[in-house]
Protein backbone atom coordinates (compact mmCIF):
# COMPACT_ATOMS: atom_id res chain seq x y z
CA UNK A 1 0.00 0.00 0.00
CA UNK A 2 1.30 3.89 -0.99
CA UNK A 3 2.53 5.44 1.78
CA UNK A 4 -0.26 8.33 2.07
CA UNK A 5 0.83 10.28 5.16
CA UNK A 6 1.78 13.89 4.92
CA UNK A 7 5.52 14.78 5.08
CA UNK A 8 6.81 16.56 8.11
CA UNK A 9 6.82 20.32 7.88
CA UNK A 10 10.28 21.43 7.57
CA UNK A 11 12.23 23.07 10.85
CA UNK A 12 13.75 26.58 10.38
CA UNK A 13 16.76 25.89 11.64
CA UNK A 14 18.52 28.25 14.61
CA UNK A 15 20.63 30.69 15.13
CA UNK A 16 21.80 28.29 17.52
CA UNK A 17 22.11 25.32 15.14
CA UNK A 18 24.09 27.27 12.72
CA UNK A 19 26.67 28.72 15.27
CA UNK A 20 26.85 24.86 16.48
CA UNK A 21 27.65 23.34 13.46
CA UNK A 22 31.11 24.02 13.93
CA UNK A 23 31.16 21.98 16.96
CA UNK A 24 29.16 18.80 15.28
CA UNK A 25 30.42 19.03 12.45
CA UNK A 26 27.55 18.96 9.99
CA UNK A 27 27.84 20.71 6.85
CA UNK A 28 25.44 23.65 6.69
CA UNK A 29 24.03 24.63 3.21
CA UNK A 30 23.38 27.66 1.68
CA UNK A 31 22.15 28.73 -1.48
CA UNK A 32 21.40 32.30 -3.12
CA UNK A 33 17.62 32.76 -4.17
CA UNK A 34 16.34 35.50 -5.47
CA UNK A 35 12.69 34.99 -5.90
CA UNK A 36 9.31 33.26 -4.69
CA UNK A 37 9.90 30.18 -6.69
CA UNK A 38 13.76 29.64 -6.46
CA UNK A 39 13.24 29.61 -2.62
CA UNK A 40 10.41 27.56 -2.80
CA UNK A 41 12.43 25.09 -4.79
CA UNK A 42 14.95 25.59 -1.69
CA UNK A 43 13.06 24.65 1.07
CA UNK A 44 11.55 21.62 -1.03
CA UNK A 45 14.81 20.50 -1.36
CA UNK A 46 16.02 20.90 2.29
CA UNK A 47 18.49 23.85 2.02
CA UNK A 48 19.72 25.03 5.20
CA UNK A 49 19.91 28.60 4.22
CA UNK A 50 18.50 31.19 2.12
CA UNK A 51 20.16 33.87 1.38
CA UNK A 52 19.04 36.81 -0.27
CA UNK A 53 22.12 38.17 -2.50
CA UNK A 54 22.56 40.97 -3.79
CA UNK A 55 23.80 39.20 -6.82
CA UNK A 56 20.24 39.60 -7.65
CA UNK A 57 21.30 43.10 -9.28
CA UNK A 58 23.14 40.51 -11.91
CA UNK A 59 21.16 37.31 -12.47
CA UNK A 60 17.29 39.02 -11.68
CA UNK A 61 18.02 42.73 -13.17
CA UNK A 62 20.67 42.19 -15.92
CA UNK A 63 23.22 44.41 -13.88
CA UNK A 64 27.02 44.09 -14.56
CA UNK A 65 27.88 43.63 -11.06
CA UNK A 66 26.07 44.05 -7.26
CA UNK A 67 26.37 47.47 -6.86
CA UNK A 68 23.56 48.78 -8.55
CA UNK A 69 21.72 46.90 -6.15
CA UNK A 70 19.30 49.43 -3.38
CA UNK A 71 17.91 48.16 -0.11
CA UNK A 72 13.89 48.60 -1.42
CA UNK A 73 15.23 46.10 -4.50
CA UNK A 74 16.58 43.79 -1.69
CA UNK A 75 14.03 43.96 0.82
CA UNK A 76 11.50 43.20 -1.94
CA UNK A 77 12.79 40.41 -3.00
CA UNK A 78 13.48 39.02 0.49
CA UNK A 79 10.00 39.72 0.83
CA UNK A 80 9.28 37.22 -1.98
CA UNK A 81 11.99 34.27 -0.86
CA UNK A 82 10.28 34.71 2.94
CA UNK A 83 6.73 33.86 1.26
CA UNK A 84 8.50 31.00 -0.95
CA UNK A 85 10.34 29.34 2.16
CA UNK A 86 8.39 30.12 5.42
CA UNK A 87 10.01 27.30 7.03
CA UNK A 88 13.52 27.94 5.76
CA UNK A 89 16.79 30.62 7.47
CA UNK A 90 16.52 33.48 5.51
CA UNK A 91 19.69 35.39 5.47
CA UNK A 92 19.29 39.35 3.87
CA UNK A 93 22.59 40.37 2.30
CA UNK A 94 22.94 44.09 2.46
CA UNK A 95 23.53 45.82 -0.75
CA UNK A 96 26.57 48.16 -1.21
CA UNK A 97 26.49 51.33 0.92
CA UNK A 98 23.93 50.50 2.62
CA UNK A 99 25.95 50.06 5.62
CA UNK A 100 28.83 52.87 5.69
CA UNK A 101 27.83 54.29 8.59
CA UNK A 102 26.51 52.47 12.04
CA UNK A 103 23.17 54.38 11.74
CA UNK A 104 22.59 53.32 8.40
CA UNK A 105 23.30 49.98 9.26
CA UNK A 106 20.93 50.01 11.85
CA UNK A 107 18.21 51.38 9.90
CA UNK A 108 18.51 49.32 7.09
CA UNK A 109 19.33 46.07 8.55
CA UNK A 110 16.16 46.85 10.49
CA UNK A 111 14.03 47.20 7.04
CA UNK A 112 15.42 43.29 6.54
CA UNK A 113 14.17 42.16 9.85
CA UNK A 114 11.38 44.20 10.29
CA UNK A 115 9.55 44.22 6.86
CA UNK A 116 11.34 41.15 5.25
CA UNK A 117 10.83 39.12 8.32
CA UNK A 118 14.61 37.96 7.67
CA UNK A 119 16.46 35.53 10.18
CA UNK A 120 19.66 37.38 9.87
CA UNK A 121 21.30 39.92 7.87
CA UNK A 122 25.18 39.90 6.19
CA UNK A 123 27.40 43.36 5.37
CA UNK A 124 30.58 42.78 4.11
CA UNK A 125 33.94 43.28 5.86
CA UNK A 126 36.37 42.69 8.51
CA UNK A 127 38.27 44.55 10.51
CA UNK A 128 37.52 47.84 9.12
CA UNK A 129 33.80 47.23 9.50
CA UNK A 130 33.69 45.42 12.85
CA UNK A 131 32.35 48.79 14.62
CA UNK A 132 29.38 48.48 11.75
CA UNK A 133 29.05 44.15 12.59
CA UNK A 134 29.28 44.92 16.55
CA UNK A 135 26.80 47.73 16.15
CA UNK A 136 24.69 45.48 14.89
CA UNK A 137 25.24 42.94 17.12
CA UNK A 138 24.43 44.71 20.53
CA UNK A 139 21.17 46.16 18.71
CA UNK A 140 20.11 42.58 18.77
CA UNK A 141 20.54 41.71 14.81
CA UNK A 142 21.94 38.19 14.05
CA UNK A 143 24.68 39.20 11.54
CA UNK A 144 27.30 37.30 9.97
CA UNK A 145 30.24 38.57 7.69
CA UNK A 146 32.19 38.26 3.88
CA UNK A 147 35.65 38.61 3.50
CA UNK A 148 37.90 37.30 0.98
CA UNK A 149 36.89 38.53 -2.65
CA UNK A 150 33.97 41.36 -1.47
CA UNK A 151 32.17 42.19 -4.38
CA UNK A 152 31.10 45.25 -2.91
CA UNK A 153 35.11 47.02 -2.92
CA UNK A 154 35.79 45.05 -6.61
CA UNK A 155 36.81 48.30 -7.88
CA UNK A 156 39.91 48.18 -5.29
CA UNK A 157 41.16 44.63 -6.61
CA UNK A 158 40.65 45.60 -10.24
CA UNK A 159 38.26 43.01 -11.04
CA UNK A 160 36.86 39.87 -9.79
CA UNK A 161 40.29 38.41 -8.14
CA UNK A 162 41.43 35.30 -6.29
CA UNK A 163 42.09 36.73 -2.68
CA UNK A 164 44.93 35.59 -0.09
CA UNK A 165 47.25 34.17 -2.85
CA UNK A 166 50.34 35.30 -0.58
CA UNK A 167 51.04 34.87 2.72
CA UNK A 168 50.42 38.45 3.67
CA UNK A 169 47.52 38.70 1.99
CA UNK A 170 46.23 35.37 3.78
CA UNK A 171 47.00 37.00 7.05
CA UNK A 172 45.27 39.76 6.81
CA UNK A 173 42.27 37.51 5.80
CA UNK A 174 42.61 35.67 8.92
CA UNK A 175 42.82 38.88 11.42
CA UNK A 176 39.45 40.05 9.19
CA UNK A 177 38.23 36.60 10.34
CA UNK A 178 39.20 37.09 13.93
CA UNK A 179 37.79 40.96 13.66
CA UNK A 180 34.17 39.13 12.56
CA UNK A 181 34.10 36.66 15.43
CA UNK A 182 35.37 39.66 17.67
CA UNK A 183 32.05 41.70 16.61
CA UNK A 184 30.13 38.88 17.43
CA UNK A 185 29.11 37.44 14.55
CA UNK A 186 27.58 33.80 14.16
CA UNK A 187 29.40 33.03 11.16
CA UNK A 188 31.18 34.17 7.97
CA UNK A 189 31.93 33.55 4.68
CA UNK A 190 35.09 33.27 2.33
CA UNK A 191 35.02 33.98 -1.31
CA UNK A 192 37.36 33.33 -3.74
CA UNK A 193 40.12 32.27 -1.04
CA UNK A 194 42.68 29.21 -1.94
CA UNK A 195 41.38 25.93 -0.83
CA UNK A 196 44.36 25.76 1.98
CA UNK A 197 44.36 29.12 3.31
CA UNK A 198 40.33 29.01 4.37
CA UNK A 199 41.08 25.67 5.88
CA UNK A 200 43.53 27.08 7.42
CA UNK A 201 42.09 30.22 8.59
CA UNK A 202 38.68 28.31 9.47
CA UNK A 203 40.46 25.89 11.73
CA UNK A 204 41.88 28.75 13.78
CA UNK A 205 37.90 29.81 14.36
CA UNK A 206 35.14 29.18 16.78
CA UNK A 207 32.24 30.68 14.67
CA UNK A 208 31.15 28.65 11.39
CA UNK A 209 32.75 29.03 7.83
CA UNK A 210 30.62 29.18 4.88
CA UNK A 211 32.59 29.06 1.13
CA UNK A 212 32.27 29.79 -2.23
CA UNK A 213 35.26 29.40 -4.61
CA UNK A 214 36.91 28.71 -1.39
CA UNK A 215 37.15 24.80 -1.59
CA UNK A 216 35.99 22.16 0.84
CA UNK A 217 37.45 23.35 3.98
CA UNK A 218 34.71 25.40 5.06
CA UNK A 219 31.88 24.58 7.44
CA UNK A 220 29.57 25.09 4.81
CA UNK A 221 28.85 26.10 0.74
CA UNK A 222 27.04 28.24 -1.19
CA UNK A 223 26.18 28.81 -4.38
CA UNK A 224 23.70 31.19 -6.41
CA UNK A 225 20.56 28.99 -7.18
CA UNK A 226 20.96 30.48 -10.39
CA UNK A 227 24.19 29.53 -11.30
CA UNK A 228 23.92 25.55 -10.06
CA UNK A 229 20.64 25.59 -12.04
CA UNK A 230 21.44 26.94 -15.45
CA UNK A 231 19.48 29.71 -14.87
CA UNK A 232 21.69 32.08 -15.35
CA UNK A 233 24.22 31.54 -18.10
CA UNK A 234 25.81 34.68 -19.10
CA UNK A 235 29.31 33.17 -17.82
CA UNK A 236 30.01 30.35 -15.22
CA UNK A 237 32.41 30.88 -12.42
CA UNK A 238 34.91 28.26 -12.19
CA UNK A 239 33.63 27.58 -8.68
CA UNK A 240 29.96 26.61 -9.97
CA UNK A 241 29.11 22.96 -10.20
CA UNK A 242 26.23 22.59 -12.56
CA UNK A 243 23.26 20.46 -11.44
CA UNK A 244 20.78 21.30 -13.96
CA UNK A 245 20.30 23.50 -17.25
CA UNK A 246 17.00 24.63 -16.63
CA UNK A 247 18.05 27.48 -19.30
CA UNK A 248 17.62 24.73 -22.34
CA UNK A 249 15.01 22.86 -20.86
CA UNK A 250 12.82 26.96 -21.00
CA UNK A 251 14.13 27.40 -24.69
CA UNK A 252 13.29 24.10 -25.72
CA UNK A 253 9.80 24.41 -24.36
CA UNK A 254 9.40 27.55 -25.58
CA UNK A 255 10.53 27.32 -29.04
CA UNK A 256 7.74 24.46 -29.00
CA UNK A 257 4.63 26.70 -27.97
CA UNK A 258 6.37 28.97 -30.60
CA UNK A 259 6.05 26.21 -33.51
CA UNK A 260 2.65 25.28 -32.18
CA UNK A 261 1.50 28.75 -32.19
CA UNK A 262 2.61 29.63 -35.93
CA UNK A 263 1.09 26.04 -37.37
CA UNK A 264 -2.03 26.31 -35.14
CA UNK A 265 -2.01 23.49 -33.46
CA UNK A 266 -2.23 25.34 -29.93
CA UNK A 267 -4.52 26.33 -28.23
CA UNK A 268 -6.41 23.03 -28.94
CA UNK A 269 -9.81 21.91 -27.53
CA UNK A 270 -7.77 20.64 -24.49
CA UNK A 271 -6.70 23.78 -23.52
CA UNK A 272 -9.67 25.66 -24.23
CA UNK A 273 -13.35 26.59 -22.83
CA UNK A 274 -16.47 25.37 -24.23
CA UNK A 275 -19.57 26.98 -23.76
CA UNK A 276 -23.37 25.32 -24.45
CA UNK A 277 -24.29 24.90 -27.86
CA UNK A 278 -27.73 26.44 -26.96
CA UNK A 279 -26.21 29.67 -25.66
CA UNK A 280 -23.79 29.60 -28.29
CA UNK A 281 -26.63 29.91 -30.82
CA UNK A 282 -28.74 32.08 -29.09
CA UNK A 283 -25.27 34.26 -28.83
CA UNK A 284 -25.06 34.21 -32.92
CA UNK A 285 -28.50 35.26 -33.48
CA UNK A 286 -28.09 37.86 -30.92
CA UNK A 287 -25.04 39.11 -33.53
CA UNK A 288 -27.48 38.56 -36.43
CA UNK A 289 -29.90 40.77 -34.81
CA UNK A 290 -27.22 43.60 -34.13
CA UNK A 291 -25.77 43.38 -37.60
CA UNK A 292 -29.03 44.03 -39.41
CA UNK A 293 -29.68 47.37 -36.99
Known sequence: MADTAKPAELKKRTITEIRDSKKTGEKMVYTSVPDYTSA???????????????????????????????????VMHAQAVRRGAPNTFVLGCMPYQSYNTVDRA????????QDAACDAVKPQGGKSQAHILRALVDAGIPTASHIGLTPHTIA?????????????????????????????????????????????????????????GAGAGTDG?????????????DFKPKFTKRYANLTEVAVA???????????????DDDHSYGVDQKEYEKFLGLIEKRRQH
Open 40 to 74: KWAEAAGVDVAVVGDSLAMVGHGHPSTVPATMDMM
Open 221 to 233: QILLSYDLLGVFT
Open 106 to 113: LQNATRFM
Open 156 to 212: MFGGFKIQGRTADAAMKILEDAFAIQDAGCFMLEFEAVPAPIARAISEQLDIPTIGI
Open 253 to 267: GLKAYVADVKQGTFP
